[in-house]
C-alpha cells in the first residue's frame, strides 16, 4: 500500500498568515492527489485535485502543487474560516489512502 | 445539487452484520463510480470500498474483503454496503463518496454526510 506521510500535524497560525502543508507519497503516484478540508461533524469537502488544479467554488487562497512523491498545500493568507483538518490523499492506485491531517487553528 | 442520504449505522454485536445505505440525487448516479471511506479518531480516513459505475468491478480494504460487499441499485440511485462479521476495529463513520467521472479509481469530488457503525458487545 502507498503510505501517505503529511505534516506538521497540527498548526496554529495568525489570520493574514501564510501556512503550508506537506505530504509526502511513499512511491511515485504522478499527479493523482488531492486535498480536503473538513470542519468537526461535517464530510471531507474536496479544495484541490490532480496535485495543483483549484475545485471550482474553491477560494483562490488555496493552492496545491508537486508531483510524483511530494507534495505542499499553502494558505495563502489563513481566514478565521479555514479553521478544520486538512487531509491528502492518493488516488492512482487501491488501495486509496490518506494522510493522518493537520489540524489547522487560528491565533 | 449533489445530495447524498446515508443511513443504517447503529450499535452492533461483534460478529452481527449491519447494511449501509447511500441514496443520492442531483448526478447521474449510473455513469458514476462509488465508494465507502471509513473514518476513527485513532486511524484518521480509511478507504474501504470502491464499485464501478455499473457494479461489475468492485475493490475492497484486505481488513474487509470476504467480510464487506458493496453494491448498487442503479434504478434507486442507492449504494450500499454489507458488513458481516463484524469486528471492534470496524467501528468508525462510514462516509459515501462519488468518483468523478466514469471511472473507478478516480478523484472523490462529493461526500455524504457521515452515518455511525459502533461495534460493542
Known amino acids: 500500500d502507498i503510505q501517505m506521510t503529511q505534516s506538521p500535524s497540527s498548526l496554529s497560525a495568525s489570520v493574514g498568515d501564510r501556512v503550508t502543508i506537506t505530504c509526502q507519497a511513499s512511491q511515485d503516484i504522478s499527479l493523482y492527489l488531492s486535498w480536503y478540508q473538513q470542519k468537526p461533524g461535517k464530510a471531507p469537502k474536496l479544495l484541490i485535485f490532480?496535485?495543483?488544479n483549484l475545485e471550482t467554488g474553491v477560494p483562490n487562497r488555496f493552492s496545491g502543487r508537486g508531483s510524483g512523491t511530494t507534495f505542499t498545500f499553502t494558505i495563502s493568507s489563513l481566514q478565521p474560516d479555514d479553521i478544520g483538518t486538512y487531509y491528502c490523499q492518493q488516488y492512482t492506485i487501491f488501495p486509496f489512502t490518506f494522510g493522518l491531517g493537520t489540524k489547522v487553528d487560528v491565533k | 445539487q449533489v445530495q447524498f442520504m446515508v443511513s443504517g449505522g447503529g450499535v452492533v454485536q461483534p460478529g452481527r452484520s449491519l447494511r449501509l445505505s447511500c441514496v443520492t440525487s442531483?448526478?447521474?448516479?449510473?455513469?458514476?463510480?462509488m465508494h465507502w471511506v471509513r473514518q476513527t479518531p485513532g486511524k484518521g480516513l480509511e478507504w474501504v470500498a470502491a464499485?464501478?459505475?455499473?457494479?461489475?468491478?468492485?475493490y475492497y480494504l484486505s481488513s474487509v474483503e470476504g467480510r464487506f460487499s458493496v453494491s448498487r441499485d442503479n434504478s434507486r440511485n442507492t449504494l450500499y454496503l454489507q458488513m458481516s462479521s463484524l469486528r471492534a476495529e470496524d467501528t468508525a463513520v462510514y462516509y459515501c463518496?462519488?468518483?468523478?467521472?466514469?471511472?473507478?479509481?478516480?478523484?472523490?469530488?462529493?461526500w455524504g454526510q457521515g452515518t455511525t457503525v459502533t461495534v460493542s458487545s
Open positions: 463518496a462519488k468518483v468523478r467521472g466514469y471511472t473507478v479509481d478516480g478523484l472523490l469530488d462529493s
Open positions: 490532480d496535485a495543483s
Open positions: 442531483g448526478f447521474s448516479f449510473s455513469n458514476s463510480g
Open positions: 464499485i464501478s459505475y455499473h457494479g461489475f468491478n468492485t
